[in-house]
């Protein structure tokens, strides 16, 4: 599985940012995707997840309100769709991807992830 992620950039305080994350699976629809983010000098953290379905999404509480996360498994894509950015938003993001194995899942831990993409740097200016 390989993972393209794009739509990073710079941006001010406020304004908005949509990232997108192409996926070579042509079972792209059994893939759980996650986007997450790796500011400088910190660890790689989960930013918000998404079910091979689309069912059951996860949001880490600091974007919550904020930030959606979304599929288009016609396409075979990913996005995450960031409003009223922060500074703290600051970092590389990054997007993931495992296999549908069961009905019992979680969406939230990095180490389930199998696939990853580049990263996006994204940067948030004050």
């Known amino acids: 599985v390989q993972l393209q992620a794009s739509g990073g950039g710079l941006v001010q305080a406020g304004g908005s940012l949509r990232l997108s994350c192409a996926s070579s699976e042509r079972a792209f629809s059994s893939l759980h995707m996650g986007w997450f983010r790796q500011a400088p000098g910190k660890e790689r953290e989960i930013v918000a997840a998404?079910?091979?379905?689309?069912?059951?999404?996860y949001y880490t509480d600091s974007v919550k309100g904020r930030f959606t996360i979304s599929r288009d498994n016609a396409k075979n894509t990913a996005f995450l769709q960031m409003n009223s950015l922060k500074p703290e938003d600051t970092a590389v993001y990054y997007c993931?991807?495992?296999?549908?194995?069961?009905?019992?899942?979680?969406?939230?831990?990095?180490?389930?992830?199998?696939?990853w993409g580049q990263g996006t740097q994204v940067t948030v200016s004050s």
């Open positions: 993931a991807a495992r296999y549908y194995s069961g009905t019992y899942y979680r969406l939230d831990r990095l180490y389930d992830y199998d696939y």
């Open positions: 998404i079910s091979w379905s689309g069912g059951t999404t």
